[in-house]
């Protein structure tokens, strides 16, 4: 089993910043990619920030230049800065570990994020 611990979300006012950490641990294994997801009431889960199996950052595009993903790989941790966030951006954001061979999803237990206008 794996498991992935979330945390550092909370309320902040619309320009401000956030950090959320994720760590993982158990039968991570090494052929797999991490990333953060969010969803908002009344709206589908969507993908926010990812690491491809290149290691190699992807951003949704409402996030792009305002989002920083990174990871600590001695720690099994991962990372998400948000800075000059929005009234939009709030959610409850979830760390995903996805293992690629066979094909699995976990998931935290969620954090939200409110970014008050």
């Known amino acids: 089993q794996v498991q992935l611990v979330e945390s550092g979300g909370g309320l902040v006012q619309a320009g401000g910043s956030l950090r959320l950490s994720c760590a993982a641990s158990g039968s991570i294994g090494s052929n797999n990619v991490m990333g953060w997801y969010r969803q908002a009431p009344g709206k589908e889960r969507e993908l926010v920030a990812s690491f491809n199996s290149a290691g190699t950052p992807n951003y949704s595009g409402s996030v792009k230049g305002r989002f920083t993903i990174s990871r600590d790989s001695a720690k099994n941790t991962i990372y998400l800065q948000m800075n000059s966030l929005k009234p939009e951006d709030t959610a409850v954001y979830y760390c995903?570990?996805?293992?690629?061979?066979?094909?699995?999803?976990?998931w935290g237990q969620g954090t939200q994020v409110t970014v008050s206008s």
């Open positions: 995903n570990l996805r293992k690629l061979i066979p094909p699995r999803d976990y």
